[in-house]
């Protein structure tokens, strides 16, 4: 090996003659991924709003966390039998 020859670099994965059409379909998807996560936090920034539905749990949870604990705790357990029932009955 010549010592004039740059090391190799470990982020470039180009392969001689590979198509670029991946890097395109890779470039794709993250876009879609970037506008799903923008439209996500736009949604949870509008339910925040004074009077929203997660504005009005936060509040609840705050002022009163055990409580919150117990309701989440059963609707858990109303959603889990309900489950159960529905795969026993086929």
Same mark, same amino acid.
């Not at 010549?2 to 470990?10: G, R």
């Not at 994965?13 to 890097?23: K, L, N, V, W, Y």
């Given at each position: 090996?010549?010592?004039?020859?740059?090391?190799?670099?470990?982020?470039?994965?180009?392969?001689?003659?590979?198509? *670029?059409?991946?890097?395109?379909?890779?470039?794709?998807? *993250?876009?879609?991924?970037?506008?799903?996560?923008?439209?996500?936090?736009?949604?949870?920034?509008?339910?925040?709003?004074?009077?929203?539905?997660?504005?009005?749990? *936060?509040?609840?949870?705050?002022?009163?966390?055990?409580?919150?604990?117990?309701?989440?705790?059963?609707?858990?357990?109303?959603?889990?039998?309900?489950?159960?029932?529905?795969?026993?009955?086929?």
């Amino acid at each position: 090996m010549s010592e004039d020859a740059p090391p190799p670099s470990f982020y470039t994965f180009e392969i001689a003659g590979a198509p *670029s059409e991946p890097r395109s379909t890779v470039a794709e998807v *993250s876009d879609a991924v970037k506008g799903a996560t923008q439209a996500i936090r736009q949604a949870i920034e509008t339910g925040k709003k004074p009077g929203m539905p997660l504005s009005v749990l *936060s509040n609840i949870a705050r002022e009163a966390p055990l409580g919150s604990l117990l309701i989440a705790f059963l609707l858990g357990v109303v959603v889990a039998r309900r489950r159960g029932a529905h795969s026993h009955s086929g």
